[in-house]
């Protein structure tokens, strides 16, 4: 399924300097079903006047399918998925430089959408398509590569093989890598979703210019223990699989935190 939208996205020339693709299917739907299991009681209540009892998951890919759109319709959010920084020394040089970005982007868009959200004048229909984005841009601020380099548009144009697919550094980490553990989402959001309350609140701790500062120094050593053109299979699992998991874990109880702020 991903490769048909990359593929569809493609031949539409929809392809930007520094476009990126998102989570694969089954990524998005375990940060979205990590950020369900923990909503407090308010937020679930308040989650129910805008999309009824339909679960966070079923709108977590929406984002992604509506790039098939002919209308034109949706193709400003293009930019939302990404924002392309470089690597900085510290926190708040990254921070600094993060906020610099002009235009809209990954980072602006998580805070535009909270706030539309936020606020009960907003009509619901509105809402309701701010929360399905916002489900998903979260998402897409956990997977290291969306805060990634312009230069290669976030691992897009890094090619690898993994298992003899041919395949490119951006793809692996959105869904091959994920698929490769063989878990539906539900089963992967249960596996995950096993912190303590002590940990919980520190995985929620800091600002959104902190965790996109945390997925990037994660890019930043995925970039350098990866090599363009090389076959991986399982060495690349063992190494990465347990921080891909953390990157799921870490959006979906970030995404909590900030649905449980603003509902």
Known sequence: MNRFFNRLILAGG????????SYGITGHRIVAEI?????TRKAKKNLKKIIGDQKLAYWANWPD??????????????????????????A?????SLQAQKGPNLYTEIKALSTKIKDKNTPQNEREIALRFLIHMVGDSSQPLHVGRAEDLGGNTIKIKF??????????????????????????ATVLNVKSKKE?????????????????????????????????SYDYNYKF???MERQLLHGGLRLAKILNEIL
Do not use: C
């Open 14 to 21: 929809l392809i930007i300097s520094g476009f990126m693709y």
């Open 35 to 39: 950020a369900e299991r923990n909503l």
């Open 241 to 243: 699989a347990q921080t």
């Open 200 to 232: 919980i609140e520190q995985i929620q701790s800091g600002t959104l210019e902190d965790w996109f500062y945390d997925s990037q120094k994660m890019a930043d050593t995925i970039y350098a223990n990866t090599v363009a053109g090389a076959a991986y």
């Open 163 to 188: 298992f003899g697919d041919n395949t490119n550094l951006h793809s692996l980490w959105d869904s091959k890598l994920i698929d490769f553990q063989k878990y539906s989402y539900e089963e992967y």
């Open 65 to 90: 399918f509506i790039k098939a759109d002919t209308t034109g319709t949706w193709k400003h959010s293009e930019v939302w998925h990404y924002v392309n920084v470089n690597s900085q020394p510290n």
């Open 92 to 96: 708040k040089m990254f921070s600094d």
